[in-house]
């Protein structure tokens, strides 16, 4: 009966500790979930001038997932 009482009491203090954590985060919104962005890839160029970065996002006005990649090229200032 104590070795019961030893593993259920920590499991039960994590249990309360965590239930408290989780009602301090705020909570999501419909907006902040469909402008949800997500960066699926990011290579550097061998030179380290250019980097690409592939993205994935909703696009809710074509009810489609948007998967782009965007270009970043360093300009040598003179």
Known sequence: MTIRKTVLLPLLVVLILASAQADDKAKLTLDEFFSYLAFSGVKLSPDGHSVVIATDRADGEQNIFR?????YRSVAIP
């Open 67 to 71: 998967e782009d990649l965007w270009l």
